[in-house]
């Protein structure tokens, strides 16, 4: 079996604020940590009312501090947003603190719509080739300090911080690829280049000093409850939260309703329908044969599970019976 990990929005529920989602984040991966969860991750978004990782290194930090053993990374770093030495200063301080726990994703999106990555970035030029150099600049900040090196990450110049490329397109597929690095695929909301993705990633990959054989890592939501109707009402909740995003209505993560999908129009639900479409939604065993299903076609290396529930006590309990379904899959590295 493979490993499983946990991808975090830190999703700001309706009803509550950014710091008690950022709290209930550190509550997870202590969940996750104590179920035998390969890794946690927190993702970058701005000018999102209902996600609270803005500032994905200070929340990572704040999250660490409750975990032992798991892996705490990026899922992922926007890196146009930044300049790559503050990054590596950023996650090498992590490392510092949490020394062979650290993984940095790596994205070329922006994470937010135009007017954030306007106020971001205060230009938007660039060229397809920023986003190649840019990882490239980041990556030789971990390297070790060469004598009389005038500018090295402090901390971050020999720190162990695992890169990993994320995509949802060839682009990432093919660097990653070029590369010899990990790569993580953005199935859970953008699933419609996986399949060839994949193919790419593993047929260009070329062995590195960090990795020897390609590795992929695919996104799925997985809502497990007791009983398949319990599951398919919680995921009404990021059923809601994605058509209110499409509808260029961003807000807080909604409540649960029964029947939601069935209110939508026909248009409406094929979006939801392609978008989620890797998701795997219901009981223990539903969960077990809808994994098993998952991994057969895509061949996977590792899942990152994400579940944007609105209730925290059920978002524990959907982690909870996903590892019961996939015990061997959690066993520690």
């Not at 890794?39 to 999102?48: G, K, L, Q």
């Not at 930090?61 to 992922?76: D, N, P, W």
């Amino acid at each position: 079996m493979i490993p499983l990990s946990v991808l975090d929005l830190s999703p700001i529920p309706e009803g509550q604020e950014a710091g008690q989602a950022l709290r209930q984040s550190r509550d997870l991966a202590r969940h996750a940590d104590a179920l035998g969860y390969r890794r946690y991750w927190m993702a970058e978004h701005h000018n999102m009312p209902g996600i609270a990782s803005a500032a994905t290194a200070v929340a990572l930090a704040h999250v660490a501090e409750g975990t032992q053993r798991i892996r705490l990374g990026a899922g992922g770093i926007m890196l146009p947003n930044h300049a790559p030495l503050v990054i590596a200063e950023q996650f090498g301080t992590l490392a510092a603190l949490h020394p062979g726990r650290i993984d940095l994703g790596l994205g070329r999106a922006p994470g937010t719509d135009q007017v954030a990555a306007q106020a971001l970035r205060r230009n938007l030029a660039s060229d397809a080739d920023d986003f190649p150099r840019d990882v490239m600049e980041l990556m030789a900040y971990f390297a070790p300090a060469e004598p009389g090196q005038r500018l090295q990450a402090v901390p971050g110049a020999g720190q162990e911080v695992e890169v990993w490329i994320l995509g949802s397109s060839t682009f990432g597929a093919q660097l990653a690829a070029y590369l010899g690095l990990p790569y993580a695929f953005a199935s859970h909301f953008a699933p419609g280049q996986m399949m060839e993705a994949l193919r790419v990633y593993r047929e260009g990959f070329r062995p590195s000093a960090r990795l020897a054989a390609p590795h992929a890592m695919i996104g799925v939501n997985v809502f497990a409850a007791e009983t398949d109707a319990e599951a398919a009402m919680l995921f009404s909740s990021l059923q809601q939260a994605f058509v209110n995003l499409r509808r260029g209505r961003p807000g807080k993560l909604p409540r649960a309703v029964a029947g939601y999908a069935a209110q939508l129009d026909p248009q409406a639900r094929a979006m939801l329908d392609h978008a989620l479409s890797c998701s795997v939604v219901g009981g223990k065993e539903t969960v077990r044969r809808g994994i098993a299903a998952l991994l057969e076609r895509t061949g996977a290396d590792e899942l990152m599970v994400t579940a944007q529930i609105h209730d925290h006590a059920a978002r524990l309990r959907s982690f909870a019976i996903l590892a019961e379904a996939l015990s061997p899959a959690l066993q520690p590295a």
